[in-house]
């Protein structure tokens, strides 16, 4: 399963130019990339390459074949790792996060949709060069959804994949955008063209909830407020929580959200009936979420510092989603419900991390 290709010489001879195949990553330092690494790692059966602005811990460095430390905006960049190894599969996690994302839009829509539209270029190249599709693996986001007011979301129960897509921030609409320029290229790509040429991106994409992640500090997500709280009791630090106590929106523990993606990965083609689906684990208010924390943290200082700006992005969130289409097309089960997520996850890890 190696792609060999001729390349000229400065002599006139040709060389032949060995593309190993690999795995892919983007913006492989975050939260959902460490995850990745370590599982793809142990499994030992697909070598890691990853792209990220930032180097790279050397403990996750250690994990991959290659790491490059660059843009997704760079496609001299994506030229280079496109010559040298035979991507099978991509993991595009890079993006600019939502709250930072509302501060500086067109820098949002440059990485979030430019640099997305780079990577299916990108795949799609891959593909025609190696002959196989490339399956592309996108994390969208609960924040593609936009309900009007906290009556229409108390009335809406479970969301379903296809309803109140009306984001109201340059993150959601992002997101939205590129579930659909991954969709075009699975199944519409140049369909004007002679020749067909959809179907070499094998484009798909889960909508997460609220991820918590015991192991990596939150990083400018709107819905963070629920691992800051963990995480700022677990070090002895007060905490002012920037929504209302009332606030519910779905969760889910990282090593769910990391079996979501490997599962959907491995996935048959024949078995989704769509290119983005819901995901969630538990639905939990911020109160809920407090109360669980004190009583694991007793001595945990926490108030309310309502941020309206923040509470009403929040608010236009679901309360929960509908995920039956996940559970039904490739038999996604998350293991943490919110007792096991708090008891047998978040508590005792972020214990041990600040011991």
């Known amino acids: 399963d190696v792609c060999s290709s001729d390349l000229p010489t400065g002599s006139g001879r040709r060389a032949t130019v060995i593309r190993k195949p690999v795995v892919l990553i983007t913006g492989a330092g975050g939260e959902i990339g460490h995850g990745l690494i370590a599982h793809l790692a142990n499994e030992g059966r697909h070598s890691v390459v990853t792209l990220d602005v930032n180097p790279l811990e050397p403990s996750l460095a250690r994990l991959v074949q290659r790491e490059f430390t660059g843009s997704i905006m760079d496609t001299s960049l994506l030229e280079r790792i496109l010559a040298e190894f035979e991507v099978e599969t991509i993991y595009h996690l890079a993006a600019l996060l939502s709250t930072r994302s509302e501060f500086t839009p067109v820098t949002a829509h440059q990485i979030n949709v430019e640099g997305t539209l780079n990577l299916l270029e990108f795949a799609q190249r891959e ?33 379903q994949e296809d309803a109140f897509n009306t984001p109201s921030t340059m993150y959601g609409a992002n997101k939205l955008y590129c579930e659909q320029l991954g969709r075009y290229y699975a199944k519409f790509y140049k369909q004007l063209a002679a020749e067909p040429q959809s179907g070499r991106v094998d484009f798909r994409s889960v909508r997460f909830p609220g991820l918590i992640s015991a192991l990596t500090v939150p990083s400018g997500g709107t819905s963070d407020y629920a691992p800051e709280m963990i995480h700022a009791a677990a070090k002895g630090e007060p905490y002012a929580c920037f929504v209302r106590p009332d606030t519910r929106i779905p969760f889910m523990a990282m090593p769910d959200a990391i079996d979501a993606l490997l599962a959907l990965a491995t996935a048959p083609r024949a078995s989704l009936s769509r290119t983005t689906y819901n995901l969630a684990a538990f639905s939990a208010s911020a109160d809920e979420i407090r109360r669980v924390t004190v009583d694991a943290f007793p001595e945990a200082e926490f108030t309310w510092a309502v941020d309206e700006k923040r509470q009403a992005i929040v608010d236009s969130w679901p309360a929960d989603v509908d995920d039956s289409a996940a559970r039904r097309d490739w038999g996604f089960l998350p293991k943490y419900d919110r007792v096991r997520a708090f008891d047998d996850y978040l508590i005792p890890t972020v214990t041990e991390r600040y011991r």
């Open 127 to 159: 593909a025609k060069s190696h002959g196989r599709p490339v399956t592309f693996l996108y994390p969208s986001s609960i924040a593609a959804y936009g309900l009007p007011d906290l009556e229409t979301k108390r009335r809406a129960g479970r969301v």
